[in-house]
């Protein structure tokens, strides 16, 4: 019984790492800056019929509004209010949104940011998404409202009111980010507009949170605030199921605050995992993909049930945050189709994929002199729609990663190998690697210089199957290179080094 109460203290009951994506679908999709409109377009005519399981929105809450730079996409993690109108759109396009990803099966999770509200030098005034007037030298939020005592000044104990030395526990939980106004969220008040904050979405319908920031928040405080959210809504979610919560804390492994503890609040993002995978792909520090048989917890990562993994995501693809040089973007396409490839097939860890839009890029002794430029955007500032070319790809500089048709077509088969174990292990000692999942697909790689000849155990059914990255199954028809498996479930590969994607897939859905 005490041990109960204690775990109940710790917020063990509120264990809440369940994505709730609908059958038959598991990846989670980044779509990074879309407005709300386009994310509803997506999830009609994209991601429900392609097996999708759900979408990362941008901040959907008020920020401030910047003029210099000229409207960064980072201005979106400096909350003004909890009023809904952003870049992205209303609150009704941000309703509508839901209701429509929602009715085709593809969950929506928000991109909390609560651990701050602007930058301490944000001015005063009403440059802010839905107009509400504030002034960050007085932290005066009144459309909240927060005032001066809802803020943490008080506890920080550094000089400059910054987080001086990610050494020092308290500096990182109490002092200001990169000067962002801190919260007092061990206050009653600040936790209860938190809170409400999330429980106006999840009752309009979406299915979890990406929590901003973690390591910078108490855990007590967070178990405190989870503990007021409301189940999900019944119009789409069985009845009890609690929001799934994943949590941005970057543990590379060498800071005094670690992942492990947020794990009994939710899952955590795991920053190896993309560190690691494209370090491997890259084929630096002498590593190799045959090393990767053990992938996973094998890696010292973290437990598979508390992770969400990713080869890049919107801060480290572009130099903020952590991973730094290995990370592989669509900026490497061929590298980043493997990678994402390879994570797709994977059984470790809850998957997102990331989607970006493009910038003027222009790296100057290792640092992107443009790392803030927002996305696509019309003179006034505002977002430009998505707009869909004819061979289904993004324009108006758009990247749409999730749309090319290797990494759709392994989303694909992540869901068709759902809950099979990883099998049928081969590697060649280098860079040439092959796995199963059971009995329902099979991919290989070769990232060695030279051409791949072999013969493998597949542990697939006979017959013949559609390679689903050199092209794809269509009607009866396959686009692609054909895959014979023998009834002793053996296969013939041969992958030149320089095909345009040098790795095959099949599944059980791609047989012809
Ligand atoms: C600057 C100086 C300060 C100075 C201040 C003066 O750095 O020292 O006091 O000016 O006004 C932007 C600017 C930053 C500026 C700050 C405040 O880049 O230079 O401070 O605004 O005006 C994103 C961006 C940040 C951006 C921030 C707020 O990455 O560059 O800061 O949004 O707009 C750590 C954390 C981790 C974090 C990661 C980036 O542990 O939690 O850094 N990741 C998340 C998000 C990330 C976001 C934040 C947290 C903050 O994924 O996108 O930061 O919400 O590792
Ligand atoms: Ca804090």
């Known amino acids: 019984m005490k041990l109960f109460i204690l775990a109940a203290l710790l917020g063990l009951g509120l264990a809440q790492h369940n994505p709730h994506t609908k059958?038959?679908?598991?990846?989670?999709?980044?779509?990074?800056?879309?407005?709300?409109?386009?994310?509803?377009?997506?999830?009609?005519?994209?991601?429900?019929?392609?097996?999708?399981?759900?979408?990362?929105?941008?901040?959907?809450?008020?920020?401030?509004?910047?003029?210099?730079?000229?409207?960064?996409w980072w201005q979106r993690y400096q909350p003004i209010s909890y009023k809904l109108c952003s870049r992205s759109g209303t609150e009704e396009e941000l309703r509508d949104m839901i209701r429509r990803c929602n009715n085709v099966g593809v969950n929506i999770y928000v991109d909390a940011v609560i651990n701050h509200m602007c930058g301490a030098g944000g001015g005063e005034g009403t440059h802010s998404s839905c107009g509400s007037?504030?002034?960050?030298?007085?932290?005066?939020?009144?459309?909240?409202?927060?005032?001066s005592w809802d803020f943490n000044d008080n506890k920080c104990r550094t000089g400059s009111g910054e987080i001086e030395n990610y050494g020092d526990i308290y500096q990182v939980r109490d002092c200001r980010l990169v000067s962002l106004l801190d919260l007092a969220l061990e206050k009653d008040y600040v936790r209860g507009k938190v809170?409400?904050?999330?429980n106006s979405l999840i009752d309009m319908g979406v299915a979890g949170f990406r929590v901003d920031a973690c390591k910078h928040m108490w855990p007590g405080d967070l178990a405190d605030i989870y503990g007021r959210l409301h189940d999900l809504n019944t119009k789409w979610f069985s009845g009890g199921s609690k929001p799934f919560i994943f949590q941005e804390v970057i543990d590379l492994g060498h800071e005094a605050i670690s992942a492990r503890e947020y794990f009994h609040l939710g899952r955590v993002t795991e920053f190896k995992y993309g560190a690691k995978l494209g370090t491997v792909f890259r084929r630096w520090h002498g590593e190799k993909l045959s090393y990767t048989r053990n992938w996973g917890e094998g890696w010292g990562f973290m437990p598979h049930g508390d992770a969400v993994v990713f080869v890049d995501n919107h801060d480290n693809q572009r130099g903020h945050g952590a991973g730094g040089a290995s990370i592989v973007t669509f900026w490497d396409p061929r590298l980043h189709k493997m990678a994402v490839g390879y994570m797709l097939a994977h059984p470790y860890g809850v998957a997102r994929v990331m989607s970006s839009f493009r910038w003027?890029?222009?790296?100057?002794?290792?640092?992107?002199?443009?790392?803030?430029?927002?996305?696509?955007?019309?003179?006034?500032g505002s977002t430009k729609s998505v707009p869909i070319n004819p061979d289904q790809t993004c324009g108006d500089g758009w990247v749409c990663e999730h749309r090319w048709r290797q990494i759709k077509n392994m989303v694909i088969f992540r869901n068709v190998v759902d809950g099979q174990p990883h099998s049928?292990?081969?590697?060649?000692?280098?860079?040439?690697?092959?796995f199963g999942r059971g009995n329902r697909g099979f991919i290989v790689f070769n990232n060695d210089d030279w051409e791949m000849d072999v013969t493998l155990n597949t542990g697939m059914p006979g017959g013949t199957y559609c390679d689903v990255i050199s092209g794809q199954k269509e009607g009866n028809v396959c686009t692609g290179k054909q895959i014979q498996v023998g009834d002793d479930g053996r296969a013939h590969f041969n992958i030149s080094n320089t095909d345009e994607d040098p790795f095959v897939a099949i599944h059980a859905e791609s047989k012809l």
């Open 23 to 72: 059958p038959g679908r598991s990846a989670i999709v980044h779509l990074f800056e879309w407005r709300w409109a386009d994310i509803a377009d997506e999830c009609e005519r994209f991601l429900g019929p392609n097996g999708f399981g759900g979408v990362q929105i941008s901040p959907p809450n008020e920020h401030i509004v910047l003029e210099s730079p000229w409207r960064p």
């Open 133 to 147: 007037w504030f002034n960050a030298g007085n932290k005066d939020f009144p459309s909240v409202p927060f005032s």
């Open 195 to 198: 809170a409400e904050f999330m």
């Open 360 to 380: 003027n890029r222009h790296i100057v002794n290792g640092k992107d002199q443009n790392d803030w430029m927002g996305p696509p955007s019309h003179k006034d």
């Open 424 to 434: 049928n292990w081969w590697d060649n000692n280098s860079n040439q690697v092959a």
